[in-house]
């Protein structure tokens, strides 16, 4: 039998305990330690913290450097912040032990033209510790700029390209609902708006990914953020939103090369929403149409996808990869 | 301005002769080089060969060796033969030279498993020149294989993967439709398919790169052929189907583990073929349906994605590559 591979779970919030459960069913990774910050959580078992219903024998520390260095894993998967300014210091401390880190962190899918300083340090280090740093996750990461960008492997001419994630959020995590809006009055909405918390992170990063890869230079990113407004209630388990308040979030990317929108990427996540699905249009030679029917689960798939990546990353070259310069992440199976 | 990839096209037929405008409308590449070893072809201009209506100072010759050791390129194109018995010495012959290869021969795009002494040879060269050679096209090497394996990575679990490619052959290539048998009698069609001359080459292949992607052993896989007949006169401008004619060819590749058929392919080529489209459905979690409407106009396609991977093999690591173990093949802007 071939060498486990090493985890930590660095982050335990919703998405960090769920991807544990995940990490479980691969008997080829063996979860070897877990960091979250929060007092409430540190000492506490891993599977007892994500509800796996049996002790890991793993035990929650705040000390990322001393669990990493006690532990010598091969990879982290950092679930833990949105923005690159806040995750360059988490990733420094783990590339120093030389480890691999994929993390589902938005800003860091392709940090390349958003947050060049930083996102070359961190290259630059994992370059010279000889490990690979991946930012990955449903979207950004594969639905809006991955998987459109591999589409147009058969094109001998590309003009523009549109793309439509269109979701139902009902059935979704309720820390994403309430990210989106849903359930707020329209000012609520525009104060959050405001503030910047209200957004789905990551559609200027997928139109970077998609120009970089063909060779566009872009001369301008948009990011338009609008709420969905219920025209009857519509509830998800946790969440009711009366008619005329919001039931989710409208975001348009929108990107452009010598005055010309080349780039649109329409993200629309909704209590409700009917017809959910993934489409990308691809203008060009051929012309490709692909809709995926009913779309893709958001919180699965983000959490397969960082799982999947771990099995990718240790054959990743060193340096901060993003999901279309490496080999494909793909489905490995459970056993 | 950067340097231009030098590029060789080895093999002038029908493909080879339309790849060339392929690259040629990418000012970043440089054709240096033509080689065929068709009498006819030799001493031609290899513009006035492939119609570009103009002469493009490159000689077609004979001789692969002397026109690498003149020419210095990066790349050679090779677009001659379908087989890893026939190709394997020709690659060897390019690779002495430290030069990446990007082929169209159907059974490079997955040969581990099928032609394992031959791709390992391969592999060995390849690695000791620090170069790299990639076995690619619309299919096999990506509509039945790689995009089914890449859209798997947002999967927690796949138990089968079923993949349509359902092609009206009316407005392909004429060596395309007398290939899948369009206009042949039914006992024609029998005999070339007895001779093993009438097939699709590639299911096979591409169930092999599904499955070692997932880590699946398949203990069997199954090749079918049967004639697709016309039921009324179908007919492109080169072939006619009467009624009870062959109008083209329904292939199945079936993949086993277990016992289990757990990938099936169903690739079905015919003049007059209503509802052409690509479809891939994932029964897995989370199930996954994705279709592109109308499908893919398989010769432009396949001499886009050979133009494409030029830029892409340049950043793979050397050895015998597939389409799934380096950086993403994608559209690059042609001027």
Redo the contacts between chains.
């Keep these: 039998m071939p060498k486990k591979i090493r985890v930590i779970q660095y982050g335990l919030g919703p998405l960090g305990q769920k991807i544990t459960h995940?990490l479980l069913?691969r008997k080829q990774l063996q979860i070897v330690g877990a960091v979250d910050i929060d007092p409430a959580k540190v000492g506490m078992d891993l599977g007892e913290l994500s509800g796996v219903k049996k002790k890991l024998g793993v035990t929650v520390s705040n000390n990322a450097d001393a669990v990493i260095r006690g532990s010598r894993p091969d990879v982290v998967v950092l679930t833990t912040v949105s923005d690159m300014k806040r995750i360059a210091p988490q990733i420094a401390g783990i590339l120093k032990h030389k480890v691999n880190v994929v993390s589902t962190c938005e800003e860091l899918s392709y940090p390349f033209l958003t947050a060049p300083a930083v996102a070359g340090k961190i290259d630059a280090l994992a370059r010279k510790r000889g490990v690979a740093v991946l930012g990955t996750g449903?979207n950004p990461g594969?639905?809006m700029d991955?998987?459109p960008?591999?589409?147009?492997?058969?094109?001998?001419?590309?003009k523009t390209v549109t793309v439509w994630r269109i979701q139902d959020a009902t059935p979704r995590r309720i820390p994403f609902q309430k990210k989106i809006g849903a359930g707020l009055t329209v000012p609520q909405f525009n104060r959050k708006k405001k503030e910047g918390t209200l957004r789905h992170v990551g559609l200027t990063e997928s139109m970077h990914m998609i120009a970089s890869?063909?060779?566009?230079k872009l001369d301008k990113t948009m990011d338009l953020i609008q709420p969905v407004i219920a025209t009857r209630r519509v509830k998800s388990k946790a969440i009711t939103a009366e008619r005329g308040m919001c039931r989710g979030v409208y975001q348009i990317g929108r990107g452009f090369m010598k005055g010309r929108e080349v780039l649109t990427l329409h993200f629309r996540a909704a209590l409700g929403e009917k017809n959910p699905h993934e489409r990308t249009l691809i203008n060009?030679?051929?012309?490709?149409?692909?809709?995926?029917?009913?779309g893709?689960?958001g919180d699965?798939?983000t959490?397969?996808?960082t799982?999947?990546?771990v099995f990718a990353i240790m054959?990743a070259?060193p340096g901060l990869r993003n999901?279309?310069?490496?080999?494909?992440?793909?489905?490995?199976?459970?056993d």
């Design positions: 995940f069913e449903v594969f639905l991955y998987l960008l591999s589409l147009t492997a058969v094109c001998k001419d590309v890869g063909f060779g566009w060009g030679k051929p012309r490709i149409d692909m809709m995926i029917k009913g893709v689960h699965i798939a959490c397969a996808i799982t999947n990546a054959k070259n999901m279309a310069d490496m080999p494909a992440v793909s489905f490995v199976r459970a």
